[in-house]
């Protein structure tokens, strides 16, 4: 499965961006997908994730009310919507599949099949 994650680029403290995820796989569509970043010299963090139909999410308290995911299984295409950047956005944020079942949905090792990531960089 390859994911491609895109929308990523410089903005302003306060601004906005949408990142998407998006993949030609069919499995794609049945399955929980997640986004984590990763700063400089951090290691990789739980962000947001939702589920195969749409009809959960789950977000980290840093992001909370800021962002909101969301999901088009037509395109197979997942997004993130960032509002009210801040400097400590700043990070590669990267797309996966939730494939560990037993493990939790904000853990980073329940997901593989990483995309290559995008940069989001905050300017304060």
């Known amino acids: 499965v390859q994911l491609q994650a895109s929308g990523g680029g410089l903005v302003q403290a306060g601004g906005s961006l949408r990142l998407s995820c998006a993949t030609s796989t069919r499995t794609f569509t049945s399955a929980t997908v997640g986004w984590f970043r990763q700063a400089s010299g951090k290691e990789r963090e739980f962000v947001a994730a939702?589920?195969?139909?749409?009809?959960?999410?789950y977000y980290a308290d840093s992001v909370k009310g800021r962002f909101t995911i969301s999901r088009d299984n037509a395109k197979r295409t997942v997004y993130l919507q960032m509002s009210s950047l801040k400097a400590e956005d700043t990070a590669v944020y990267y797309c996966?599949?939730?494939?560990?079942?037993?493990?939790?949905?904000?853990?980073?090792?329940?997901?593989?099949?990483w995309g290559q990531g995008t940069l989001v960089t905050v300017s304060s």
């Open positions: 996966g599949i939730k494939s560990i079942v037993f493990r939790t949905t904000t853990e980073r090792l329940a997901y593989d099949n």
């Open positions: 939702i589920t195969w139909s749409g009809s959960s999410a």
